[in-house]
C-alpha cells in the first residue's frame, strides 16, 4: 500500500527557515513525479513545486521562486523542501503528492497524496 508521510512543519519566524520532509514507500518511488501543494485557510490547493522522477527538472509557482528548494534522494525514497525567507502568506497545510508520471508538473491528477503538514509563519 502507497504511503506518502510528511514531516518537519511548524511554526516559524517571518525570514526563518524550514525543512519539509516527504517520505514515500508502498510505489516504485523513482518512477514518479512529485509536487508539493499547499493550502492556506479559506483558500484553495496550489501548487508550489514539482521535480521529475529523475530529481534534475524542478518548477516553482512565482510566489516561492527563489525562496523555496525541492529535491529529492531516490535511493532513500524521500523528497525535501527547503524553505527560506518564510512569509505569512506562506502559512498553510503543504502536501506532497506523487504521480506515476516521470516528468515535473502540478496540473496531473495525482495517484497518492500524504497527510499534510501545518506550516505557520508568524512573529
Known amino acids: 500500500q502507497a504511503h506518502l508521510v510528511e514531516s518537519g512543519g511548524g511554526l516559524v519566524r517571518p525570514g526563518g527557515s524550514l525543512r519539509l520532509s516527504c517520505a514515500a514507500s508502498g510505489f516504485t518511488f523513482d518512477r514518479y513525479g512529485i509536487a508539493w501543494f499547499r493550502q492556506a485557510p479559506g483558500k484553495t490547493r496550489e501548487g508550489v513545486t514539482c521535480v521529475n522522477s529523475r530529481g534534475d527538472s524542478t518548477h516553482y509557482a512565482d510566489s516561492v521562486k527563489g525562496r523555496f528548494t525541492v529535491s529529492r534522494d531516490n535511493a532513500k525514497n524521500m523528497v525535501y523542501l527547503q524553505m527560506e525567507s518564510v512569509k505569512s502568506e506562506d502559512t498553510a497545510v503543504y502536501y506532497c503528492?506523487?504521480?506515476?508520471?516521470?516528468?515535473?508538473?502540478?496540473?496531473?491528477?495525482?495517484?497518492?497524496w500524504g497527510q499534510g503538514t501545518q506550516v505557520t509563519v508568524s512573529s
Open positions: 503528492a506523487a504521480v506515476n508520471v516521470p516528468r515535473c508538473s502540478w496540473l496531473l491528477e495525482f495517484d497518492y
